[in-house]
């Protein structure tokens, strides 16, 4: 697999992660029917090259986009403080079910973990284990209607998902009788990074990303996108030489076919 890489000096890389390849190993892929192509990582890509390479912060396995890997340690070192004290600008565009309602928005609400589910997290009432300070900004770039694709089917449990079975079996028959859905095209700034946040708070508000099969199992998917709808699109930093340094990776095609 060839991986493009966006910006490279003697200390950092950064690269246009492609949606559906881990960033590193998490260890739960033990399936030997699972192709090696699949069970690659982007460490496994690139430390032959960069034996010192070192993972700075990570995307979703679907989530595509900008991805920062530091070279050495010192690289590391320096990315990560950044990272903790917030230093580090990052923009997303995701594509959401529904009109969302305000044009812009902050969710600033606590994340943790899921009763049911040990992949998923939560915020808001319900969640376990150590609440964490979860902060994101959204503005709406676009609201628009399309022909839904398909339904991604199971997997909400009854704790994340207030609604009965039956409610939820009656939702999904009307959805799958509709020629159309809404969707809206969002610009997203974290301003941490919790694990899923952006997924986990645009649940939370009712907007949850679409053909997310963890967080919106039963969700409309438009026509022609049958990935995450969600992409790191730059990410703002301080290189080495005290330099700021903006990275862009462009709108997947797959999203811009949805959005025109």
Same mark, same amino acid.
């Given at each position: 697999m060839k991986i493009k890489i966006l910006y490279e000096d003697k200390d950092i890389l950064a690269i246009k992660k492609p949606s559906g390849i881990l960033v590193h190993s998490d260890g739960r892929d033990k399936d030997p029917s699972t192709s090696l192509r699949v069970k690659k990582t982007i460490l496994d890509l690139f430390i032959k090259k960069y034996p010192k390479l070192e993972i700075v912060h990570r995307l979703d396995r679907e989530t595509s986009g900008v991805l920062l890997l530091a070279k050495n340690k010192k690289a590391y070192e320096f990315l990560k403080s950044q990272f903790k004290n917030r230093e580090v600008k990052k923009t997303y565009v995701a594509i959401v079910n529904g009109f969302v309602k305000n044009d812009h928005g902050i969710i600033n609400k606590p994340i943790g973990r899921s009763p049911a589910d040990f992949r998923r997290r939560l915020a808001g009432r319900g969640a376990r284990g150590e609440m964490r300070e979860a902060i994101t900004e959204y503005k709406v770039l676009k609201r628009f209607v399309l022909k839904a694709q398909k339904i991604f089917s199971g997997g909400v449990s009854q704790a994340d998902e207030p609604?009965?079975?039956?409610? +939820?079996?009656?939702?999904?028959?009307?959805?799958?009788?509709?020629?159309?859905?809404?969707?809206?095209?969002?610009?997203?700034?974290?301003?941490?990074? +919790?694990?899923?946040?952006? +997924?986990?708070?645009?649940?939370?508000?009712?907007?949850?990303?679409?053909?997310?099969?963890?967080?919106?199992?039963?969700?409309?998917?438009?026509?022609?996108?049958?990935?995450?709808?969600?992409?790191?699109?730059?990410?703002?930093?301080?290189?080495l030489k005290g330099e700021i340094v903006k990275v862009e990776s462009k709108i997947p095609k797959e999203f811009l076919n949805v959005i025109k």
């Open positions: 609604r009965g079975s039956a409610a +939820r079996a009656r939702a999904d028959s009307d959805l799958t009788k509709k020629t159309s859905a809404p969707f809206t095209y969002l610009e997203i700034k974290p301003k941490t990074g +919790r694990t899923h946040q952006i +997924r986990v708070h645009l649940k939370f508000l009712n907007y949850p990303v679409t053909c997310d099969s963890l967080y919106n199992p039963n969700g409309a998917c438009p026509k022609g996108l049958s990935r995450l709808a969600l992409h790191a699109k730059s990410i703002e930093f301080k290189n």
